[in-house]
């Protein structure tokens, strides 16, 4: 089907900035969103922004409008979440994640990659 890996993540300070990148192989045409998801110690994963492949419609979660930028290269087969003006509560595992489209609904998960932002 799908296989996505994760990269960029790392350790930098508050007010800082990372881009992270999401590789898709595979059956990349059956993927309709591509998102992010960011999960810390102790608390559930929680969205962060998504794009449709097609399209590149964007969605974000209100903690980091403003300052992530979900990107797609579709020649790549390439998601990118640009982050700036990181914060401490920004620290997390990000997860990239692959959805099927509405008829055909299906969920494949990257492994994850460590942001750690310190103040």
């Known amino acids: 089907q799908v296989q996505l890996v994760e990269s960029g993540g790392g350790l930098v300070q508050a007010g800082g900035s990372l881009r992270l990148s999401c590789a898709a192989s595979?059956?990349?045409?059956?993927?309709?969103?591509l998102c992010w998801f960011r999960q810390a110690p102790g608390k559930e994963r929680e969205f962060v922004a998504s794009?449709?492949?097609?399209?590149?419609?964007?969605y974000y979660a209100d903690s980091v409008k403003g300052r992530f930028t979900i990107s797609r290269d579709n020649a790549k087969n390439t998601v990118y979440l640009q982050m700036i003006s990181l914060k401490p509560e920004d620290t997390a595992v990000y997860y990239c994640?692959?959805?099927?489209?509405?008829?055909?609904?299906?969920?494949?998960w990257g492994q994850g990659t460590q942001v750690t932002v310190s103040s």
């Open positions: 994640l692959a959805k099927g489209t509405p008829i055909a609904v299906w969920d494949i």
């Open positions: 595979g059956r990349v045409w059956n993927i309709y969103t």
């Open positions: 794009i449709t492949r097609r399209g590149g419609s964007t």
